[in-house]
């Protein structure tokens, strides 16, 4: 997997979650990995955030036997709905 644009989402004293864009050759919508850093891990894959054809918006993926907090969760969640609008406005765009 090959990293583009990095997003911090989240930070505490002691963890920091962030965002990297990747390449997704061959799709129309963008793919997200979510990675912590920390005294234990550094940039370690947490989840994914990719496009949902059925939910037609941007959904989180997260890794098996991870643990999320619920300030966090909220930050990934807003990410989701913000990537969510900037994808419709583009279909918009695209029909005009």
């Known amino acids: 997997m090959t990293f583009m644009k990095e997003k911090i989402i989240y930070k ?17 919508t963008r793919l997200y990995a979510v990675r912590r850093d920390d005294q234990i891990s550094l940039g370690h894959l947490i989840g994914a955030i990719k496009w949902d054809g059925a939910w037609r918006q941007y959904v989180h993926y997260p890794e098996p036997n991870t643990k999320w907090s619920g300030s966090c969760q909220i930050a990934i969640a807003e990410f989701c709905i913000a990537r969510t609008k900037e994808e419709y406005a583009k279909w918009k765009k695209r029909k005009k």
């Open 12 to 28: 505490s004293d002691k963890t920091l979650v962030y965002i990297n864009q990747c390449h997704n050759k061959g799709k129309k």
